[in-house]
């Protein structure tokens, strides 16, 4: 159960991710930026090697959850109805792009060690989540609910 929590909260963020537009969007970004880089502590040369790894790192992932958004909106909505054969299929899709996930997460913890010493690193995932948090937060408190 607690490795499917990463997930849906990576889907959640994604989706509310491609609903924010434009502006919206770049000032979430710009937000992020500003968030990281304070909690983490780069210095201006750290940053200067962080940012571009990290971004790459960003397409990475947002390709990989357009892939996931695709294979949940057009089949899963339909599992009920799926043959063995597709549900089989399906099933190896979903689990290849996690593997893909899981690749490009290895792949960037290898490449930001280079860059930033490990606590910086252990803040940056704390940062991260911290971020997401504070998003879903005030995402929230403008739409009324708790």
Not at 121 to 129: F, G, H, N, R, W
């Amino acid at each position: 159960m607690s490795k499917k929590i990463p997930i849906v909260i990576a889907f959640l963020i994604g989706t509310f991710w491609m609903q924010a537009q434009g502006p919206v969007r770049d000032r979430i970004k710009t937000l992020k930026v500003a968030f990281i880089t304070e909690r983490v502590g780069l210095t201006s040369k750290e940053a200067q090697q962080f940012w571009p790894i990290y971004n790459e790192h960003e397409d990475v992932l947002e390709n990989i959850r357009r892939k996931e958004r695709a294979e949940l909106q057009s089949k899963i909505s339909m599992a009920q109805g799926l043959s063995d054969a597709d549900s089989e299929e399906l099933l190896n899709n979903l689990l290849s792009l996690q593997n893909e996930r899981h690749n490009a997460e290895q792949q960037f913890m290898g490449d930001i060690r280079k860059v930033i010493p490990a606590k910086k690193v252990l803040l940056l995932i704390k940062a991260e989540e911290d971020f997401k948090k504070q998003l879903l937060q005030t995402y929230r408190n403008r739409k009324g609910g708790g």
